[in-house]
């Protein structure tokens, strides 16, 4: 007995995860974008959790905790060199940071 | 019932974001963000999985929502920051995340009127994934805390030469 149909469950997480996606691009101050990452990353989780709830097994849920796990890291990991370029180059700016000539 | 709930926190979640994405100051975004995550954690419970649904709120919008209230604390500095103080104050700012919370909240009251599960889908109980989490996934959660291990010294690592690079300008 499952309440939610999956396909409902699943156009939830793409529109989030395309919502984020058009953040990251759109974006440039390098917080908005990390939070723009957040939302990708909880999108994928989304569709995790719907498929392990369609089929009552729980590693759709172990695959959700795998996911936290690296948003932290990465979150931690990524707000280190937001901090560390705003010391350098005082702007939060993405287009700032481009000394490499890429 | 479960449908109406999950339509409901969907379009939530779908408004919070695309209002997180479209904001201009970093913290109101943040408090767009918060609410899009907290009616991700309602559609958790939702669709049965509850454990994954608190960590939702305790692990998400809890403790890394709070890293980046942190740093954006930190990047603000002087006068300016008095001023941005001041304008967050202004009622207009914060009632929007307010109300979305009581669409969460009044939620959360139906559910517990209708006693408590109100026709989830298919319960995950956290019992089910303690037990393949330390069976079939074992080596993914050493991984796991290999990965967030290197996080925390990568961290560490980026947060510690800020110091003295920035010491020495702040004298002269």
Redesign the interface.
């Known amino acids: 007995m499952n309440g939610i149909p999956m396909e409902l469950g699943l156009l939830l997480s793409a529109v989030l995860f395309v919502l984020g996606l058009i953040g990251v691009m759109v974006r440039r101050n390098l917080i908005m974008i990390l939070m723009s990452l957040e939302v990708m990353l909880n999108a994928t989780g989304l569709a995790f959790i719907v498929a392990g709830s369609r089929w009552g097994q729980a590693d759709g849920q172990i695959m959700f905790l795998l996911i936290l796990t690296l948003a932290a890291a990465e979150v931690g990991v990524g707000l280190g060199l937001a901090l560390q370029i705003f010391h350098r180059f005082h702007t939060l700016d993405a287009d700032s940071v481009n000394e490499m000539q890429g | ?3 109406i709930l ?1 339509y409901i926190t ?1 379009a939530v ?2 408004f919070a ?2 209002m ?2 479209t904001r201009l100051n ?1 913290v109101h ?2 408090l767009y ?1 918060i609410l ?2 907290l009616a ?1 954690g309602v ?2 419970f ?4 509850h ?2 649904a608190v ?2 709120v305790i ?2 919008a809890g ?2 929502m709070i ?2 209230v942190f ?2 604390m ?2 603000n500095q002087g006068q300016k920051t008095i001023n941005q103080e001041l304008a967050w104050l202004q009622p207009g700012i914060w009632i929007g995340p307010s109300l979305l919370a009581l669409v969460l909240f009044a939620e959360m009251v139906v559910v517990i009127v209708l006693g408590g599960n109100a ?4 319960i ?1 109980n956290s019992k ?2 303690g ?3 330390y069976g079939p ?1 074992l080596l ?1 959660v050493e991984l ?1 805390s290999m ?2 291990l ?3 010294v ?2 560490y ?3 510690k ?2 110091l003295k ?2 010491s020495p300008g702040r004298k002269s």
């Open positions: 019932m479960a449908l999950f969907s979640a779908i974001t695309v997180m994405i970093a975004g943040l963000l899009s995550l991700v559609i958790f939702l669709l049965g999985a454990f994954a960590l939702e692990i998400y403790a890394i890293l980046f740093v954006i930190m990047l026709e989830t889908g298919q995950v089910q994934v037990v393949t989490l996934y993914a796991a990965l967030l290197a996080g925390l990568g961290a690592h980026l947060g030469p800020m690079a920035t």
